[in-house]
């Protein structure tokens, strides 16, 4: 059974950095793509990025493109998310997500694997 445990979150300053992480456990991760997405407070859960096996192809919501970075190490089981140029509206509890497939997909509802969450805050 896969298991995803996020790390990483924390309160940071409006034009700050934060670099996620995502430890996955219990599969063989280098056989399933990995996705990010942020819930904030009264709101639906958001894609953020995601990552295809190899690492060779990523994808990103449109308000993250330019600023977050996803990238995945196999041999370390890990999906990593760098925010750069934080901003308030940035702020949400992120989380790692699997469907234990090969493709990446926007809508969550096609994930069956998720990690706890980390919060982010980001102050202005």
């Known amino acids: 059974q896969v298991q995803l445990v996020e790390s990483g979150g924390g309160l940071v300053q409006a034009g700050g950095s934060l670099r996620l992480s995502c430890a996955a456990s219990?599969?063989?991760?280098?056989?399933?793509?990995m996705g990010w997405f942020r819930q904030a407070p009264g709101k639906e859960r958001e894609f953020v990025a995601g990552?295809?096996?190899?690492?060779?192809?990523?994808y990103y919501g449109e308000s993250m493109k330019g600023r977050f970075t996803i990238s995945r190490d196999n041999a370390k089981n890990t999906v990593y998310l760098q925010m750069n140029s934080l901003n308030p509206e940035d702020t949400a509890v992120y989380y790692c997500?699997?469907?234990?497939?090969?493709?990446?997909?926007?809508?969550?509802?096609?994930?069956?694997?998720w990690g706890q969450g980390t919060q982010v805050t980001v102050a202005s």
């Open positions: 997500a699997t469907n234990l497939g090969i493709t990446v997909y926007r809508d969550p509802r096609e994930y069956d694997v």
């Open positions: 219990g599969g063989t991760f280098s056989r399933y793509t």
């Open positions: 990552i295809s096996r190899s690492g060779g192809t990523t």
